[in-house]
Antibody, heavy 115, light 107 residues
């Protein structure tokens, strides 16, 4: 079964850091571009970042550029999102997603930035 | 940035009724438009890709149409399980963007 499982969310103070992980299974992870999308409480979906199949190309939303870093380890079938200098407005459920059609979504991991 | 404008924001519909949701892009995106369904406390689920291509396992009452700047998601004969928020998404250019969502309620 094709699956994505996020982990690493939690409560962090403003200015703090967190690293999210996404474990992929059931498909050839190294063949796919991957994305992170977030959803603030009661709000819509917002694209955060994407990475190409081998990690050589990355892109970010302006709101996280310079603070977040996306990466992947194809040997471990794992996607990462390093989040630094966190702000209250980064509070959201973060989803790991496969492909530009976003055909497979994880269950999400919740990040709460609050003092 | 390509802005996707969905309408309506909210729709209350009786079972078996037909539902039409529109998504308008601020510039032409060809057919790089995808539709998702999100039920409460669940992750979004892909319904339609590239404007009109069906997805395995998605009921045939869901269909999509359009190209360029105007797109439509149609739900024929709405069922109670279709209560959800529906989002469009463009993959034509970065930053990737989503519509604001359309909440469909069952009367």
């Amino acid at each position: 079964e094709v699956q994505l499982a996020e982990s690493g969310g939690g409560l962090v103070q403003p200015g703090g850091s967190l690293r999210l992980s996404c474990a992929a299974s059931g498909f050839t992870f190294s063949s796919y571009w991957m994305h992170w999308v977030r959803q603030a409480p009661g709000k819509g979906l917002v694209w955060v970042s994407r990475i190409n199949h081998d990690g050589s190309s990355t892109s970010y939303a302006d709101s996280v550029k310079g603070r977040f870093t996306i990466s992947r380890d194809n040997a471990k079938n794992t996607l990462y999102l390093q989040m630094n200098s966190l702000r209250a407005e980064d509070t959201a459920v973060y989803y790991c997603i496969r492909d530009y059609t976003m055909d497979v979504w994880g269950q999400g991991t919740t990040v709460t930035v609050s003092s | 940035e390509i802005v996707l404008t969905q309408s309506p924001d909210f729709q209350s519909v009786t079972p078996k009724e037909k539902v039409t949701i529109t998504c308008r892009a601020s510039q032409s995106i060809g057919s790089s438009l995808h539709w998702y369904q999100q039920k409460p406390d669940q992750s979004p689920k892909l319904l339609i890709k590239y404007a009109s291509q069906s997805i395995s396992g998605v009921p045939s009452r869901f269909s999509g149409s359009g190209s360029g700047t105007d797109f439509t998601l149609t739900i024929n004969s709405l069922e109670a399980e279709d209560a959800a928020t529906y989002y469009c998404h463009q993959s034509s250019s970065l930053p990737l963007t989503f519509g604001g969502g359309t909440k469909v309620e069952i009367k």
